[in-house]
């Protein structure tokens, strides 16, 4: 009589015994990378962040409206997140950074702290407001760049007759990564200010620096960069040729102790891309978020067209390709994204 015998499948047989032994590892706290390996090591960059941008007029609406259910006392600062689409729940617009629009109405201060996490405001809409930093009040223009430094003590307030809106990008996806996070309040709401307005762009960005000043200084002692001061540089850019292909007649904003980047985890730039300006396509390793400060125009991002215009943001995610279109006037366009931090540490690459 014949005797049946069992077919065993071979593929099926090593697979439970792969995942024997799995089982039997993870009691000691041990994955096998081989199972994980390609998901790690990708040949290349891969994001969950996706191509977004913000209308300016809607987002005023919104922010207008939190206006009345929450005192900036309250809120501590009154921000709304502009949170990726592709990554909500993490407060965040790239993995690096965090982006946000924040509102003081008239007759309201944000009270001082300070915090690890680095700051950079870009002034959307309003007039009257300031922000104070390191003991120096600044005045708030639509288009001025204002930093705060790691650890630099800082408030805002408006005494002035309108709401005032600005972007805020923080570098705390950094911080948060590296589980590096500090910060403080004060006892008093607002600094002691002991520096006139525009003090540090006139002590430090005049091409001659405080006999004294530090040889070594990784963050720029700048504290607002005007837009009245960055604008003409722009059009004697653009009347020279000084036309980049694919970034437009553009500045970065520099520490003027070293030349290097504002700060060691963010850099930003300012751009006019001439009227009939079709850019030629770019993608670098650094998601960029764009500020829209003048005229109108098309980003195609991803393939996607973004139509753009005054005080509007969008996100480019990184090594995603992007192209800037614009018509029949100039327009100028903020940006700022993580590159310091990226170069810094040897990362960083571009391509077109
Ligand atoms: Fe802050």
Redesign the pocket.
């Known amino acids: 009589m014949a005797v049946a015998t069992a077919q065993v499948d071979p593929k099926h047989n090593i697979q439970n015994a792969r995942q024997a032994y799995y089982d039997k590892i993870s009691e000691y706290h041990l994955t096998p990378l081989w199972e994980v390996l390609k998901y790690l090591v990708t040949p290349e960059p891969k994001t969950q962040m996706v191509p977004a941008l913000w209308k300016f007029p809607q987002v005023e609406k919104l922010m207008l409206e939190a206006g009345e259910v929450i005192t900036a006392e309250e809120a501590e600062?009154r921000v709304l997140v502009l949170e990726n689409p592709g990554d909500p729940g993490k407060s965040r617009i790239t993995n690096a950074l965090f982006a946000g629009i924040q509102l003081i109405m008239p007759g309201e201060i944000a009270d001082v702290?300070r915090?690890v996490a680095s700051?950079i405001r870009f002034v959307l809409k309003g007039k009257g407001a300031y922000t104070a930093v390191e003991g120096e009040k600044s005045q708030m223009e639509h288009g001025d760049f204002i930093i705060?430094a790691n650890w630099a003590p800082?408030d805002h307030g408006n005494p002035g007759k309108e709401p005032v809106m600005w972007l805020d990008v923080l570098d705390m996806p950094t911080i948060n990564h590296f589980q590096t996070s500090f910060g403080e309040h004060f006892d008093q709401k607002m600094q002691n200010v002991n520096h006139e307005d525009g003090d540090s762009f006139d002590r430090y960005a005049s091409g001659v620096l405080p006999d004294g000043a530090p040889a070594h200084l990784n963050r720029s002692p700048v504290i607002n960069y005007p837009y009245a001061k960055m604008r003409p540089i722009l059009e004697r850019l653009k009347k020279t040729g000084d036309v980049d292909k694919r970034h437009g007649a553009r500045v970065r904003y520099a520490n003027p102790i070293n030349g290097g980047p504002v700060l060691p985890t963010m850099g930003a730039n300012l751009s006019l891309l001439p009227k009939g300006f079709k850019g030629e396509p770019y993608r670098s390793t650094d998601g960029t978020v764009f500020a829209v400060a003048e005229g109108k125009g098309t980003t195609i991002i991803d393939g996607k067209p973004f139509d753009w215009d005054v005080n509007d943001v969008f996100v480019a995610p990184p090594w995603k390709h992007y192209h800037h279109i614009v018509g029949s006037e100039d327009a100028v366009l903020f940006s700022i994204s993580d590159r310091p931090a990226q170069e810094a540490l040897g990362i960083w690459r571009e391509g077109n």
């Open positions: 600062r702290h915090h700051a705060t800082h």
